[in-house]
């Protein structure tokens, strides 16, 4: 089961209580949804098809107020495989509807574009696009690529759908394409925006639970690898530290290396593995991190000056011979 299809069943139940919003919902749809067929004889014929039956409800739901009732097919052709249309045929009473919701002109043409009437309030605004997201509709799951779009047949009504959204404070783009138009976004607050506008909510809490479970696993992710990358610089330091004290003992003048510091230098000889804040707490008396560590500084430095001085030494043996 798709999270779009999760957000079109949300979005189905819905059937506006102003019969004004209900004309515009169902406007959407049949701008979105609907195929307009004319026989020989004038006679229309509108489908509304969808793989939803929620889709197909809706459709009928929304009509009832409006005092009509069309006919409900199903059709399993591939590739779309099973799919639930609504029709409305010839009759005056459904000609009437199709000119109340847009569709049809005053003197029954085929509306190629909304008429401002239909959309004049931001509430029928928003009707007309949860239609139309019920139609053509799509929106990528949580944690996926954020990719929203409604696909309309042509690149005029995918522009006019863009209008309504930038209306709704909802920033869309088009692209047209080979066979279709789509009115998109690829932003996530954008998306989960749309979902709060059209009114599914329950969409958009799955949506902002799994942005804060990224979020809160991305931190722990940086904390995990912060603490892996001061483990590594702890243990490098440790066994610097161990190299040095092995050093200063093999080389001459180690009795003469004051004893506070010689203390330190056993210490970390003793236990080789322990963090700074560990060592400093297994001296006697115990010292605090800043003193451990400035001990340890100074027989760096002091192994510095006997490499140094070995060096030197070195140099004039082979002098010598």
């Not at 209900?22 to 969808?50: C, H, N």
């Not at 249309?85 to 919701?101: K, M, S, T």
């Not at 008429?115 to 509430?123: D, G, L, S, T, Y």
């Not at 047949?153 to 930038?166: D, F, I, P, T, V």
């Amino acid at each position: 089961m798709s999270f779009t299809q999760d957000v079109k069943r949300e979005l189905a139940a819905i059937v506006p209580a102003a019969s004004h919003c209900g004309r515009a919902q169902l406007s959407g749809l049949l701008f979105a949804a609907g195929t307009f067929e004319i026989a020989s004889g004038g006679q229309y014929t509108v489908r509304v098809s969808s793989a939803l039956p929620a889709v197909a409800r809706s459709v009928l739901m929304l009509l009832r107020p409006m005092g009509t009732h069309a006919e409900l097919r199903t059709a399993d052709t591939p590739p779309a495989g099973l799919r639930y249309e609504v029709v409305l045929g010839d009759d005056p009473r459904h000609l009437q509807v199709l000119n109340e919701a847009g569709v049809l002109s005053d003197s029954f043409q085929v509306q190629l574009g909304v008429p401002a009437r239909i959309v004049a309030r931001r509430c029928c605004r928003v009707a007309f696009v949860r239609g139309a997201f019920l139609g053509c509709g799509s929106i990528s799951p949580p944690g996926s690529a954020v990719h929203a779009e409604f696909t309309f047949e042509s690149a005029e009504l995918a522009e006019e759908c863009r209008r309504l959204l930038a209306r709704l404070a909802l920033d869309f783009r088009v692209a047209a394409r080979a066979r279709n138009a789509a009115c998109y976004t690829k932003r996530g607050e954008t998306a989960a925006d749309l979902l709060a506008v059209l009114g599914a909510h329950t969409a958009r809490l799955s949506w902002e639970e799994h942005l804060v479970f990224g979020e809160v696993r991305g931190r722990a992710n940086r904390l995990a690898n912060c603490d892996q990358a001061n483990a590594g610089r702890a243990a490098r330091a440790a066994l610097r530290q161990t190299e040095t004290v092995r050093l200063l003992m093999a080389a001459e003048g180690w009795a003469a290396v004051p004893a506070a510091l010689r203390s330190a230098a056993l210490l970390r000889l003793k236990h080789p593995y322990l963090s700074l804040p560990e060592l400093a707490a297994k001296a006697r008396p115990p010292l605090t991190k800043s003193a451990l560590n400035h001990r340890l500084r100074r027989l760096e430095a002091l192994a510095g000056e006997a490499r140094a001085s070995g060096c030197a030494a070195e140099r004039r043996r082979r002098l010598a011979i």
